[in-house]
Nanobody, 129 residues
Framework: QVQLEESGGGSVQAGGSLRLSCTAS????????VAWFRQVPGSQVREGVA?????????YYSDSVKGRFTISRDNAKTTVYLLMNNLKPEDSGMYYC?????????????????????WGQGTQVTVSS
């Protein structure tokens, strides 16, 4: 089991920045994969935008955010961050933190939502033009 809770969402103008946080507890093994997904209104699809292993430093990004978003974690492996720079209106959506204790999904592009067993409740990001 992994418990996840996101925070840090909000409203920002295009070109601005936000940092999301995901507090994690439970099976945060070094080999577990943690990722950020986003879902736009009206869509059933959750797009993986960034991922990393809890115990590693290699990061993985979707093409749509590479160079603008940065995933990182603290040394205690209790919090995973998503720093989002140069935000665009198309970055708007609900952002979710997700984990796979089996380590699935940590690759480029980021794995599919069905590979992640545990999810947070989400945090809303709105980017205005």
């Amino acid at each position: 089991q992994v418990q996840l809770e996101e925070s840090g969402g909000g409203s920002v103008q295009a070109g601005g920045s936000l940092r999301l946080s995901c507090t994690a507890s439970g099976e945060t093994y070094n080999s577990a994969c943690v990722a950020w997904f986003r879902q736009v209104p009206g869509s059933q699809v959750r797009e993986g935008v960034a991922a990393m292993f809890f115990g590693g430093s290699t990061t993985y990004y979707s093409d749509s955010v590479k160079g603008r978003f940065t995933i990182s974690r603290d040394n205690a492996k209790t919090t995973v961050y998503l720093l989002m720079n140069n935000l665009k209106p198309e970055d708007s959506g609900m952002y979710y933190c997700a984990a796979s204790p089996a380590g699935l999904g940590c690759r480029t592009p980021v794995g599919n939502s069905y590979e992640f067993n545990f999810w947070g409740q989400g945090t809303q990001v709105t980017v205005s033009s």
